[in-house]
């Protein structure tokens, strides 16, 4: 322990010398600081590293984990100890800085923007702005799943109303079956826990959801009947479906373009104009 303490030591000399605190030299007081760590004793680490160093235990765990981040065993004891050229020309201050990017990460955003050049103000912004810019684009493309989600739902329903009013009594039984299970399904969630609450309301609204299809399926079924003209009241029922359905997704736009983050509302947009498309086409 007083070998390592006191090459720490004069290390620390070094360092506090220095005109600018290399990443080298830092990985070398950082490798000696965790090989004497677990010499000391349990609890008493603080205490020892304010009797024997100027470093704050903040400080001394920073440098611990500047070697664990980029420390490379294989180079020599001055040499540029990081894995690689642009992160080895790094200061210890940008260093610790650049540990707020993922390690698989942090040596193309050194290079691409270019950070040895630049001060460790305009540093924490580039890294402020990458993450910002990282979670938005994470959040757009969570937004982007719920609406093609939303978009296959709708295509899904869609194809039951067709498969519903086309098929046999047997299919409407089954249809019927499914409104049962629903309502079952309804019944449990209502004794479940606060937790379940979500799953309740869905439930519920696809039970209501069911019961207009099976009442607009009989009214369309006796419309046919008197008209003789089945296809024409097939479309008059998937007209209503998806007007209501447009109507709806148009409130839910309005809602979006509100917020300040345009993002939902730029996702919604981009699905609308993506149906329009579509329709478009049948109309051709």
Known sequence: METITLEIQTLQTMHTKAMQITLGLSIEIGRRLVELKAKVRHGEW??????????????????MRTFEE???????????????QALGNLSYTKAVQLLAIPAE??????????????????????IRERNEARAAAEHAAADQRAAEQARDKMAEDMKFLNISLAGTQEEREKALQRVA???????KAKE????????????????????????????????????????????DAFYGQVKEMGNKMNDLLIKARSREDKTVAHVMEKALRYLAEVFGRCAE
Do not use: C, W
């Open 181 to 187: 299970r629903l309502e079952a399904e309804l019944d």
């Open 105 to 126: 990460e942090r040596e193309a955003f050194v290079e691409e923007n270019h950070v040895e050049d630049m001060s460790t103000r305009e540093l924490d912004k580039a």
């Open 192 to 235: 479940a826990e606060s937790k379940a609450k979500d799953k309740q309301k869905q439930a519920e609204a696809a039970v209501e959801e069911l019961k207009r299809s099976m009442e607009e399926q009989e009214k369309v079924a006796k419309k046919a009947a008197m008209s003789g003209d089945v296809e024409m009241a097939q479309f």
């Open 46 to 63: 603080g205490a020892y590293i304010n009797q024997n160093f100027s470093y704050s235990r903040s400080t001394a765990n920073n440098l």
């Open 70 to 84: 980029y420390g490379a065993p294989q180079q020599s004891m001055f040499g540029p100890e990081a894995n690689s």
